[in-house]
């Protein structure tokens, strides 16, 4: 059996005729930038999150940018985030002239360890990224507390995080903005990159919509930049936006079944959710000592594992110049060399979740 790490063409079956549909109505329309299909999704994002105002964007990645250029970024201030992430969450703090400040991550659940934000906050620090790494939901009320205490604006990163909730609140509703990416593997994906900030700050949402759009139609109000969702991208997101919860819950079902079937495999440790947190399993990731080995032994069975991320952040070259070491985050450190996403996806079957499962056992020789 051949296990892919997902499959979009799966997903692309199950919504073919309402898809083929849409795209076609944006091609007989030609509204290919803005229109009618990117309105009626930025409208519909917003009411999903229940927040006043949603900024589409050509990518997350850009989200992140444009929404910390909003708030006032400027040389000089610093930034907290986690160890652990994808670049984009980094490389714009830099872009937009900020300097990154790393925490390391919580050994339960990946995400920012929140005990140490206060450490890092010195005179220069501005705002805090907390990153709902893998579908799960950070310490929100932690996060926002210190921010408050210290006068801290938050971005969430909920590049990972759609529908998530923290203590029955969607991630994308605490923080002064939020940024999504729907690149085509997330659980609400596109069919190439896009993206969008939300935010209940009317002021920041029309100087973001401006910024992303070249600094204004016609009268430029300011200099800005190319960031928009295409006719395309919004047609497709439209037709997959109602299918999202029920994609979740199956998302989640799979999860259950990896937690049944691999509980009792000595030296395979698996996801932890916290108590007041819903997860919604953008990624499976289960951590061993016999990492390497693992995954050779599973993609020899034809099953695709991927590495989210191969390093932490804070020891790629990219971030050399801040001269940290193994114990500046020995969480993260530990963790960059044991982690293994597992595939996971709403198309997943019983057979494949528990043929899995059954090469896993089989390389720990478990019955």
Not at 16 to 31: G, L, T, W
Not at 205 to 233: F, P, V
Not at 341 to 363: K, N, Q
């Amino acid at each position: 059996m051949k296990v892919p790490f997902v499959d979009l063409h799966a997903q692309y079956l199950t919504i073919k005729p309402e898809m083929d549909a849409a795209i076609a109505r944006v091609i007989a329309e030609s509204a290919y930038i803005r229109g009618p299909q990117v309105d009626a999704f930025e409208q519909a994002w917003a009411a999903t999150l229940g927040v006043k105002h949603c900024v589409s964007c050509a990518n997350g990645t850009d989200a992140l940018y444009i929404a910390m250029r909003g708030l006032g970024v400027k040389p000089g201030d610093e930034v907290i985030t986690t160890a652990h992430s994808w670049i984009s969450t980094t490389e714009t703090i830099t872009q937009a002239g900020g300097r990154v400040v790393f925490c390391d991550t919580d050994d339960q659940t990946f995400t920012m360890d929140v005990r140490q934000i206060e450490s890092k906050i010195t005179p220069r620090t501005v705002g805090i990224i907390p990153v709902h790494l893998y579908g799960q939901p950070c310490d929100m009320d932690a996060i926002m507390a210190i921010a408050a205490k210290h006068k801290l604006w938050v971005i969430e990163d909920c590049a990972q995080s759609h529908l998530a909730r923290y203590k029955g609140r969607l991630t994308g509703t605490f923080g002064n903005a939020a940024t999504f990416s729907f690149y085509p593997g997330k659980n609400l994906g596109a069919y190439g990159d896009a993206g969008a900030l939300v935010t209940n700050d009317d002021k920041l949402a029309d100087w973001c919509a401006t910024y992303a759009r070249h600094g204004g139609k016609g009268e430029h109000i300011m200099e800005g930049i190319n960031s928009r969702l295409d006719g395309l991208q919004a047609a497709v997101l439209n037709v997959k936006l109602p299918h999202l919860q029920k994609w979740t819950e199956a998302r989640r079902a799979v999860a259950a079944k990896y937690h049944q079937l691999l509980a009792h495999v000595p030296g395979l440790r698996l996801p932890a959710v916290a108590a007041d947190r819903d997860h919604v399993y953008h990624l499976y990731v289960v951590r061993t000592d016999r990492r390497d080995e693992l995954k050779r032994h599973l993609g020899d069975a034809g099953i695709s594992t991927v590495l989210n991320y191969p390093k932490a952040l804070p020891f790629y070259p990219a971030y050399a110049y801040l001269g940290h070491q193994p114990a500046d985050f020995p969480v993260a450190h530990a963790n960059q060399s044991r982690i293994l996403s597992l595939p996971i996806y709403p198309e997943m079957t019983d057979e494949m979740i528990g043929y899995v499962a059954g090469a896993i056992r089989g390389f720990y020789g478990v019955r």
